[in-house]
């Protein structure tokens, strides 16, 4: 299973933000309510979220085996409709790493714990996303939090080049058709098909 660079998915990003520009969506994690029913398996997450280009705060609730897996569900719920890409999305690897170099207290208990995650998009292609604090679960999230806006940004980009593309031809811009073309050649490899990106996918054909 090929697996993006650090280097590839920073560029990546980098193009996203150029291309989206002010719209780009970051969202920050400002709180968590958990409620968990050990007895039952199950976990309900409440989340607070802050969309940092709006500035508008909302809630990201949902249901799941553990913490992790009810914030996804969550995510999904809240933004499969308008980004349908993620329910192409899944966990193909999850790792905690205690930094034990970071302890305060003698026990090591206070240590930093390492949260990677490794997303798996609907090519097969796997992304590595990580995040380090000392809570384990907050980092669990918010590294499940930059997965999931890393595969918002990668559609919303190659839906904007669908059009700047469209665009170009019926301005008859040749080179402005060429430009956007190689930068969807970019995206393409990732992001996560779905529905809207397959039939943009043989409209640019």
Not at 50 to 58: P, Q
Not at 82 to 96: G, M
Not at 120 to 142: C, D, P, Q, V
Request: glycine share 6%; charged share 25%.
């Amino acid at each position: 299973m090929p697996t993006a660079t650090t280097e590839e998915q920073q560029e990546i990003i980098a193009l996203m933000r150029e291309l989206l520009n002010e719209s780009y969506t970051h969202l920050r994690v400002n709180r968590v309510l958990i409620e968990e029913d050990l007895e039952q398996g199950s976990t309900s997450v409440s989340c607070e979220v802050t969309d940092e280009a709006s500035s508008e705060k909302f809630v990201i609730a949902g249901k799941g085996s553990g913490a992790i897996d009810a914030f996804f569900q969550g995510m999904v719920e809240r933004f499969a409709t308008e980004y349908p890409s993620l329910r192409t999305i899944r966990f193909s690897a999850f790792t905690v790493q205690a930094r034990l170099d970071t302890k305060k207290d003698y026990s090591g208990a206070d240590a930093e714990g390492e949260v990677t995650l490794e997303i798996t998009n609907s090519e097969g292609k796997a992304f590595r996303f990580l995040h380090a604090s000392r809570s384990i679960i907050g980092s669990g999230i918010i590294t499940t939090l930059l997965g999931m806006e890393y595969f918002i940004n990668s559609e919303r980009a190659f839906v904007s080049m669908y059009y700047a593309i469209k665009d170009a031809k019926e301005r008859n811009r040749p080179d402005l058709v060429q430009r956007y073309t190689n930068r969807v050649a970019r995206l393409v490899q990732n992001t996560s098909y779905s529905e809207v990106i397959g039939k943009l996918r043989k409209e640019l054909v």
